[in-house]
């Protein structure tokens, strides 16, 4: 993976404090050790962060201000199908918008039954699906800019 000059976006649901911030210290983590330019912006809920990554896309149309995104953040199922919904409909966006802009996004939103289960696979040094995000995002701007795939 050959990724220089490259800004990536953190964008993060506060939600769940705790969990947001050990998704945010692994994916910062892989980011600086790679040396890659980062920022964080933090949006209300999972929800909103693929609105957040489009309104950000459409602002910079005449000069890209990201090269990828992370979205983080956590879904933990309550006693209402509200979970499926947000669940469901953060991936949705995500992943349209990863399709129809070519954008490089990983997805570090965990879905879980419960908070023990989200801060075993938000710990950095468990299973640091943060920095799996980060990881992802940085694969796939690889798959976009390396001259191999043109």
């Not at 800004?7 to 649901?13: D, E, Q, W």
């Amino acid at each position: 993976m050959s990724i220089v000059n490259k800004k990536i976006l953190l964008v993060c649901s506060p939600y769940y404090e705790d969990i947001t911030n050990n998704l945010i210290e692994g994916a910062s983590s892989i980011l600086k050790s790679k040396k890659i330019m980062y920022e964080t912006l933090f949006v209300p809920g999972a929800l909103e962060i693929g609105p957040a990554i489009k309104i950000i896309l459409d602002k910079s149309s005449k000069k890209k201000i990201y090269d990828g995104y992370v979205a983080l953040g956590c879904i933990i199922r309550g006693e209402t199908y509200h979970f499926e919904i947000v669940s469901n409909e953060s991936a949705r966006c995500i992943t349209d918008l990863a399709l129809n802009f070519s954008v490089p996004i990983g997805n570090g939103i965990l879905t879980v039954e419960n908070k023990n289960q989200a801060l075993k696979r938000s710990d950095p040094l468990g299973s640091d699906k943060g920095g799996g995000a980060a990881l992802a995002c940085l694969s796939l701007l690889d798959i976009k800019q390396n001259s191999i795939y043109d």
